[in-house]
């Protein structure tokens, strides 16, 4: 008898002003394509994905904002239970890494003691030829991005969604820092346990759904 | 802003957030709006500090309530979930069951002669239940089987009667049903509030045992579900719902001014955001105070925190009382919802008994005394009034659609069926949720 590789489940929020990338860097990793001129995401609950890490296997559910963040609106559902958060700037945009900071701080008050948050400076593909000269495109230096993660504890990464790069590094880099998924305990900031919890939507009620036009 | 939307939608209680789910994941573009600072209006779970600001802003929370002031989700509605009802379904058909986690009751208990009982909910606990003696526990067996029988094209289940015509009470009568018997059939079963349902045609009560004995056939120990970490979650799920169809939600946001056409009909709103226009405005009640009228009902809570068990409930986490008002000399029933640490509402240790009836004297805090003494000592109490309303009109003349209060009733089906309600007069279109439900399971992904 062989034993599956374990595999933790793995609640990932992303926070970012609107058109920096979010859902491109997501849609990279997931299916690794890249849209031009992508619409805002539309409909999905939240995209899956799973990732191996050393010996084991995260399964990410990646939470987009959808229309909660023009506004500053997000629901206290949204951070609840996330273990890792991807909080994403435009290197070619000043006032998006001012709004990245802002990010870090809710989500130290908001989220869990443990969260493992990634600052994420995109859009890399714009710089990635022109780095040093004058009429770079480039206006948050990698310094800056790295002061932020240390003074805040962050993992850092500059990536590109539309070339790839290093979009599947920030992932394995969140996976490793993700602690084993534990024996179900009631500890505070974990899922509480699965004692007497009741999935509603169980084969009673989908037998009605069966007749749907899906 | 200055930006043109199909609907605008005030206040993110949970009416407001379906109606806004429904209609974006139809395709509709919606501005959805709350003039406070956090999800669910009038159906808002609230953490510690939130709620002593709103109910003693100058004491604050007493030093015995310990724990994080985020341990706490203390719902300002107490309601549950029938298993089987309108709402779970919704849920599941909408695929908001994604968001949002759910638990058991434990347990449905009724007051009688000073003492509470678990209600008996089919045959055999009918055989078993301490509430009624040998004899009429089989009359009772006997009513339960012509409920579960009863078959509308079938004539001989009917026992003779027509329950459009005949009356509750002719049933129970034919059945030989004591008084007592009745009342926990028809307040913590049927749970009607009062007792005017006796000389009404019989259907309804039987829909709504039906309803009863299938959702505790469901998952077992009661009728009732509950969200973790507070009924507050089931808004927020429903306006997650909307914003991945493109739903735009602001929050803390008082409306500046409202906008109409020359032949008065709504035409949008001003707000510190800018401009924001629709031809059609879906809002509770307390966004236009002056297209609303008093039911005449005002309903009195209490929110209680206990550092021990409802006593006489074998330490049940988490339970529903119903004190029928003939027990107690009243017109209307008193409900007691039961919540602890399991439903991650307060913090291990401690238990949230919520207390709730429609006020008949001047002296509502008396009223509640029947269900203190089933209590115990509390740690603290903190009770509130709220005035119950209505819509003027259907709102087809001025195109703004506005909600009712949440009502008295220990669960959500009236609220639901003001969700189909305010759906029909929206659209003129019956809510179809078997529509909704292929759309969303369509484009969700899962995996």
Redesign the interface.
């Known amino acids: 008898m062989s034993f599956a590789p374990s595999t933790t489940s793995v609640k990932l929020v992303l926070l970012g002003e609107a058109a920096v990338g979010k859902s491109s860097l997501v849609l990279r990793f997931v299916s690794n394509d890249f849209q031009e001129n992508k619409e805002?995401?539309?409909?999905?609950?939240?995209?899956?994905q799973k990732c191996t890490v050393g010996d084991r296997t995260i399964k990410y559910e990646i939470w987009?904002?959808?229309?909660?963040e023009?506004?500053?609106?997000l629901?206290?559902?949204?951070y609840?239970n996330a273990q890792a958060a991807l909080v994403v700037y435009d290197i070619t945009k000043p006032a998006s890494f001012i709004k990245a900071r802002h990010w870090v701080k809710e989500l130290h008050e908001q989220a869990s003691k443990d969260i493992t948050i990634a600052l994420v400076g995109n859009k890399y593909d714009l710089v990635a030829d022109d780095n040093d000269s004058d009429d770079s495109l480039r206006k948050v230096s990698m310094e800056e991005g790295k002061a932020l993660a240390e003074e805040e504890g962050l993992l850092f990464f500059e990536t590109s969604a539309k070339s790839s790069h290093n979009v599947n590094e920030v992932f394995v880099a969140i996976g490793s820092k993700i602690p084993e998924a534990k024996p179900v305990t009631?500890e505070?900031g974990s899922r509480?346990g699965n004692?007497?919890?009741?999935?509603?939507?169980g084969p009673?009620?989908?037998s009605n759904?069966s007749?749907?036009?899906? | 802003m200055d930006e043109d939307f199909d609907y605008i939608v005030l206040g993110t209680g949970l009416t407001e957030c379906v109606i806004s789910g429904i209609l974006s994941?139809e395709g509709k573009k919606v501005l959805h709006i709350d003039k406070q600072n956090f999800?669910g209006g009038e159906s808002a779970s609230l953490n510690l500090t939130q709620l002593y600001a709103k109910f003693r802003p100058t004491t604050g929370a007493p030093p015995e309530l310990k724990g994080h002031a985020r341990?706490y989700m203390i719902d300002l509605i107490p309601k549950f979930l029938m298993a089987n009802g309108e709402l779970?379904?919704i849920?599941?058909?909408t695929?908001v069951?994604?968001?949002?986690?759910?638990?058991?009751i434990s347990g449905s208990y009724v007051y009688r002669g000073g003492r509470i009982s678990k209600v008996p909910a089919n045959e055999v606990e009918a055989l078993k239940s301490s509430l009624m003696g040998i004899f009429e526990k089989r009359r009772m067996k006997r009513f339960l089987e012509f409920v579960a029988a009863y078959d509308d094209d079938v004539a001989s289940t009917h026992l003779g009667f027509d329950l459009d015509k005949n009356t509750m009470d002719e049933i129970y009568t034919y059945h030989g049903l004591e008084r007592g018997t009745k009342d926990f059939i028809g307040h913590a079963m049927a749970l009607w509030p009062n007792d005017d349902y006796l000389t009404q045609p019989a259907r309804p009560t039987i829909d709504r045992i039906i309803l009863y004995v299938q959702s505790v056939a469901?998952?077992g120990k009661s009728p009732y579900?509950y969200p973790?970490?507070g009924l507050g979650?089931l808004p927020?799920?429903f306006?997650?719902l909307?914003?991945?169809?493109?739903?735009?939600?602001?929050?803390?946001?008082p409306i500046d001014e409202f906008l109409y056409t020359d032949d008065k009909k709504f035409a949008g709103v001003i707000t510190k955001?800018g401009k924001a226009r629709a031809p059609v405005v879906i809002a509770d009640p307390t966004y236009f105070p002056e297209r609303v009228k008093s039911t005449g009902q005002k309903v009195i809570r209490a929110l209680c925190f206990l550092d021990h068990p409802v006593p006489n409930t074998h330490d049940s986490d988490s339970l529903q009382i119903v004190i029928p008002q003939n027990q107690v000399g009243r017109k209307n029933d008193i409900y007691v919802a039961v919540l602890s640490d399991?439903h991650?509402v307060v913090p291990?240790g401690y238990y949230l008994a919520i207390i709730s009836t429609i006020i008949e004297t001047t002296t509502p805090h008396v009223e509640l005394e029947p269900a203190f003494k089933l209590l115990g000592p509390r740690v603290d109490t903190l009770m509130g009034i709220a005035e119950l309303y209505e819509p003027l009109d259907e709102g087809h003349e001025s195109n703004i659609f506005i909600s009712k209060s949440y009502d008295a009733t220990s669960h959500f089906e009236s609220a639901t069926d003001d969700v189909k309600d305010l759906y029909f007069r929206i659209t003129g279109k019956q809510l179809d949720l078997?529509?909704t439900?292929?759309d969303?399971?369509?484009?969700?992904?899962?995996?």
């Open positions: 805002p995401t539309i409909g999905a609950a939240f995209l899956t987009d904002t959808a229309g909660q023009r506004f500053a609106s629901a206290p559902m949204y609840r009631e505070l509480p004692v007497g919890r009741i999935d509603l939507s009673a009620l989908r759904l007749d749907c036009a899906c | 994941s999800y341990d779970s379904n849920l599941v058909r695929d069951t994604r968001y949002v986690e759910f638990k058991q469901k998952y579900i973790m970490y979650e927020q799920g306006a997650r909307s914003a991945i169809y493109g739903g735009t939600f602001m929050l803390d946001t955001e399991v991650a291990k078997s529509k439900g292929a969303v399971f369509g484009k969700a992904d899962d995996e």
